[in-house]
């Protein structure tokens, strides 16, 4: 078991630049989860899905946006990337509700120029 | 709002000190607490949790009791190890409105000297 995977681990982009973020998971999980993390503001979620082919916003989604076709991958996406949006991105995901226990991917650390 | 407030790092121990990370919430209803840990370069990891009030969690020595009257949930340990050195963070969850909310701590360091 992989558990939870993040591509890439690390990218340079200049603003205005598109990139998507994949995040994969082999345990079968519904839930999945993107977060941004910045010093001194611990972990935001961006946006969830609570199965395939469902997503919703969480606290900080704009200038993102996901997509779940398939229940093992969540993908996050920047169409215009902007400094603000420098981070570190990560994925999680839990086997139901938020009760659960979620599981962490490594992190993607992005870096708007 | 919502909110988890963790007490500012970074803690500095020596290896078999005592330890107390405080932690305290705001939210309406009846959210779930965790204690997540990261070690460096890694992404994060449930350390324990407790879904109802009085409950108490518990793992690899650590343990951390969900107070409903200070809205606090508390993380302790007995006896650190050099090994413990990461940073900890306390989050609720909850679903309200038909929403999922997790809202994560700002994270506390912890270093432990041998």
């Known amino acids: 078991n992989a558990g939870v995977t993040q591509t890439p681990k690390f990218r340079v982009l200049k603003t205005g630049q598109s990139m998507t973020l994949l995040c994969a998971q082999d345990?079968?999980?519904?839930?999945m989860y993107w977060y941004r993390q910045d010093p001194g503001m611990g972990l935001r979620l961006i946006h969830y899905?609570?199965?395939?082919?469902?997503?919703a916003k969480g606290e900080v989604p704009d200038g993102y946006n996901v997509s779940r076709l398939k229940k093992q991958n969540f993908l996050l996406g920047l169409e215009s990337a902007a400094p603000s949006q420098t981070s570190v991105y990560f994925c999680?995901?839990?086997?139901?509700?938020?009760?659960?226990?979620?599981?962490f991917g490594p992190g993607t650390r992005l870096l708007v120029l | 709002g919502d909110s988890v407030t963790q007490m500012e790092g970074p803690v500095t121990l020596s290896e078999e000190a005592f330890l107390t990370i405080n932690c305290t919430y705001t939210?309406?209803?009846?959210?779930?607490l965790f204690w997540y840990v990261q070690y460096p370069g890694e992404g994060l990891q449930l350390l324990l949790k407790?879904?109802?009030?009085?409950d108490k969690g518990s793992n690899k020595g650590f343990e951390a009791t969900y107070r409903k009257e200070t809205t606090s949930f508390h993380l302790e340990k007995g006896s650190v190890q050099v090994s413990d050195s990461a940073v900890y963070f306390c989050?609720?969850?909850?679903?309200?409105?038909?929403?999922?909310?997790?809202?994560f701590g700002t994270g506390t360091r912890l270093k432990v000297l041998a």
């Open positions: 999680a995901s839990t086997p139901g509700g938020p009760v659960e226990t979620q599981y």
């Open positions: 345990m079968n999980h519904e839930y």
């Open positions: 899905s609570v199965g395939e082919g469902t997503t």
């Open positions: 939210a309406t209803g009846y959210p779930s």
């Open positions: 407790a879904t109802k009030a009085d």
């Open positions: 989050a609720l969850s909850k679903f309200t409105s038909g929403t999922y909310k997790y809202i």
